[in-house]
């Protein structure tokens, strides 16, 4: 019997989420206390990076803090989505 295991890739949406709502890379840097060019290293990655469940949860609140209030809350499914490789 073998064992055919899936692999998951999670991908980072960032990009199109500032890109929506509008924000910029210098507004997004300013909330967080970062580098625009952290934020723009951050917007460039097509995988979720590797970044700590707070650092995600300060992103996720300074992107609701800086969107217009017809975007709807912000939420880790709108920037993450999971993608299942093909077998």
Do not use: F
């Amino acid at each position: 019997m073998s064992v055919v295991l899936s692999t998951t890739s999670v991908r980072w949406k960032l990009r199109e989420v500032m890109a929506r709502r509008k924000i910029t890379n210098k507004a997004l840097a300013h909330e967080l206390g970062i580098h625009q060019t952290t934020v723009s290293r951050l917007k460039t990655q097509d995988v979720l990076p590797e970044i700590g469940g707070v650092v995600l949860g300060q992103m996720i609140d300074a992107i609701n803090k800086l969107s217009k209030d017809n975007y709807g809350t912000c939420d880790l499914l709108e920037l993450i989505e999971l993608i299942a490789a093909d077998k």
